[in-house]
């Protein structure tokens, strides 16, 4: 069988598959669950174009890595074949570990697992599978290998899951402020003292990179109505988790329902593993649909909002809401809605998010001068107050229904 494949890739164009174990390990079932993950999670109730998947964005991570890979090589330094294997391996399977929806609803639905220790949990199955070929993919994934640069370009501030995502998140949704040169960038990479750097030539790029970070948490990450619509659907999370404690059965798909019914805390991570990858967002999708005509009240219309897109009301602001505010828009929600006080939560609440664009506490974006000088891209761009985007932005929102459905 050919296993050495050209994928065409909107936003890359041709990516060339041309090592069988790798394609192997795209072929395998754990990989191709990735296409019935949705990459932006609630984000197309928003942005329509916005369906693109957690496997067209692992297949993109491994095209920019093949080509970091080159150019780091034509600048001196060594990358073993096998070591280009295993680093390619562990961008593509970066995100095996992600639930249904992504981001949205984790820790939420399975609160006892993050993504990277499902991811984790997953690496380690593939490699009992193949026999131990995945172990210096887990080494480099880990951090665990002696060249730490190797692990950079998997899990960093510059790796090429960002590189992919914000390049790949603007061309489906349309936010053209969001475009990165991530060809420049990658060929401005380089190492210096076992550390992954960036040319000096190409300090304006990542200027442009962390500008474009920024504008796309608070255009499309953070868009009020993205958060109104992952309030909602955790709130249809939560409200169902609730009803199963006091006693009510749900109808919904197997997978879903092991999670949702809490099994998972009586077995054994195999058994976990197995009923976790059969989970994806067409389990939460037609289960949604289901309960629109459950006979909870609460529940049903949480779900008939979804599945008609009336979200919340949501107001942002940079300080908490106060408790009357709160208070207040309960009451007139109350005054003609038949439902109980204690189910208010559901449809009336207060929360906050927050993010900044660069972490001068974590792995550093270094920029490499010509004279072989270091410097940190907060100290060494004269353009940009890298303090604001180095920042913790918190924003502080209210939900509420637009119309009171009940």
């Known amino acids: 069988m050919n296993k050495r494949k050209i994928i065409n890739d909107p936003v890359y164009g041709f990516i060339n598959i041309d090592d069988d ?5 795209i072929e395998h079932p754990y990989f191709q669950r990735l296409r019935r993950i949705k990459q932006l999670g609630m984000t197309h109730l928003v942005y329509p174009g916005a369906v693109h998947t957690r496997l067209q964005h692992s297949l993109g991570s491994v095209y920019l890595m093949q080509s970091a890979i080159d150019i780091i090589r034509s600048k001196g330094h060594e990358i073993t074949n096998d070591e280009a294997r295993a680093v390619k391996i562990a961008i593509l399977l970066h995100d095996l570990g992600h639930g249904p929806f992504s981001h949205t609803l984790e820790r939420k639905l399975i609160k006892d697992y993050s993504h990277e220790e499902f991811s984790m949990l997953m690496l380690e199955k593939l490699n009992n599978i193949y026999e131990g070929k995945l172990d210096l993919a887990i080494r480099i994934f880990k951090n665990q290998y002696s060249k730490k640069f190797l692990h950079q370009l998997v899990s960093s501030q510059l790796d090429m899951d960002r590189l992919d995502y914000l390049r790949r998140d603007s061309f489906f949704t349309g936010v053209s402020e969001g475009v990165i040169g991530s060809d420049r960038i990658i ?13 000096a030539k190409g300090i304006h790029s990542i200027e442009k990179f962390l500008i474009a970070r920024w504008i796309m948490y608070w255009q499309v990450y953070f868009h ?21 404690k006091a006693g009510n059965d749900l109808p ?13 805390k009586e077995d054994q991570s195999d058994s976990i593993l197995e009923n976790f990858t059969k989970l994806d967002d067409t389990d939460i999708t037609f289960t949604i649909k289901l309960w629109t005509d459950t006979q909870d009240k609460v529940l049903s219309e949480l779900c008939k909002n979804i599945v008609k897109r009336e979200l919340y009301k949501i107001e942002f602001r940079d300080h908490p809401f106060k408790d009357k505010e709160v208070k207040a828009k309960e009451e007139q929600f109350l005054k003609d809605k038949h439902i109980k006080r204690d189910e208010l939560k559901y449809f009336i609440f207060s929360n906050s998010i927050s993010n900044k664009a660069y972490s001068a506490m974590d792995d550093k974006i270094q920029i490499y001068f010509k004279d072989g000088g270091i ?25 509420y229904p637009k119309e009171n459905p009940i």
């Open 224 to 244: 009020k109505t993205v958060v109104a619509a992952e309030q909602l659907i955790s709130n249809i999370i939560i409200r169902a988790k609730e009803l199963i």
């Open 187 to 199: 060929k401005m990479l380089n190492v210096k003292n076992d550390q992954l750097v960036v040319e």
């Open 252 to 264: 919904g798909s197997e997978a879903f329902m092991y999670f949702l019914y809490e099994k998972y």
């Open 375 to 399: 410097a940190d891209i907060a100290e060494a761009s004269d353009m940009l107050n890298l303090s604001v985007l180095s920042k913790n932005v918190k924003k502080y929102f209210l939900c």
């Open 21 to 25: 174990f790798i394609y192997d390990l």
